[in-house]
């Protein structure tokens, strides 16, 4: 198994432009999630899935969207890109009661020029 | 506010010392605790999971502990080797719905030399 893999590994965008980072997961998990981390602070939960076809905003989703067509892959969309997206952003897929059991992917990171 | 605050900020040991992470936490209703290690560049790795009941849980060289009254719990390594060098992350679960929320400490960022 590949667990959670994530594309790109870096990236650099300007102030506007629009990307989407990829994310898939080979664990069958019903449970997808993104998260942000950035210096000084715990990771926040951008958007999340519980299954295909059902997304759910978390506690920082402005400026992101994110699809869920099946049960491998969620996509995270930035739509105009802004310096304050600069971050490391994490995909995770989750297993267990609650899915509170999270595997993380190793991570992209994206600056915003 | 649900909070997980983690102690120190950073720590530099040598080799072979050991070594206890704190975590204090506000969050409620309670579901269970993690902690995570997290190595540069890469994503974080579960190392322990404590629910409300349980008060220590070890995997090898790393021993939790979890005390629900006082809302702390501690990571202690022993004999800590060059690997260990990474941040260690809390993470508490609340209890909701579907799906916990988590919330997430800022981590401890050990680093140990020779």
């Known amino acids: 198994n590949a667990g959670v893999t994530q594309t790109p590994k870096f990236q650099v965008l300007k102030t506007g432009q629009s990307m989407t980072l990829q994310c898939a997961q080979d664990m069958n998990h019903e449970y997808m999630s993104w998260y942000r981390q950035d210096p000084g602070m715990g990771l926040r939960l951008i958007h999340y899935?519980?299954?295909?076809?059902?997304?759910d905003q978390g506690e920082v989703p402005n400026g992101y969207n994110v699809s869920r067509s099946t049960t491998e892959d969620f996509p995270l969309r930035l739509l105009s890109a802004a310096p304050s997206q600069t971050s490391v952003y994490f995909c995770?897929?989750?297993?267990?009661?609650?899915?509170?059991?999270?595997?993380f992917g190793p991570g992209t990171r994206l600056t915003v020029l | 506010k649900n909070q997980v605050e983690q102690s120190p900020q950073s720590l530099i040991i040598l080799e072979g010392k050991n070594c206890t992470l704190q975590c204090n936490y506000t969050v409620s209703p309670f579901s269970n605790l993690r902690w995570y290690k997290q190595d540069t560049g890469r994503g974080p790795v579960s190392l322990t999971i404590?629910?409300?009941?349980?008060n220590t849980k070890s995997n090898g060289r790393y021993t939790a502990t979890l005390d629900a009254d006082t809302k702390q719990s501690s990571l202690h390594i022993t004999a800590s080797q060059l690997s260990d060098s990474a941040s260690y992350i809390c993470?508490?679960?609340?209890?909701?719905?579907?799906?916990?929320?988590?919330?997430f400490g800022t981590g401890t960022r050990l680093q140990v030399t020779l």
């Open positions: 899935s519980v299954g295909a076809g059902i997304t």
């Open positions: 993470v508490v679960s609340l209890r909701t719905g579907t799906a916990s929320k988590l919330t």
């Open positions: 404590m629910t409300f009941s349980e």
């Open positions: 995770a897929s989750g297993a267990g009661v609650s899915y509170n059991e999270q595997f």
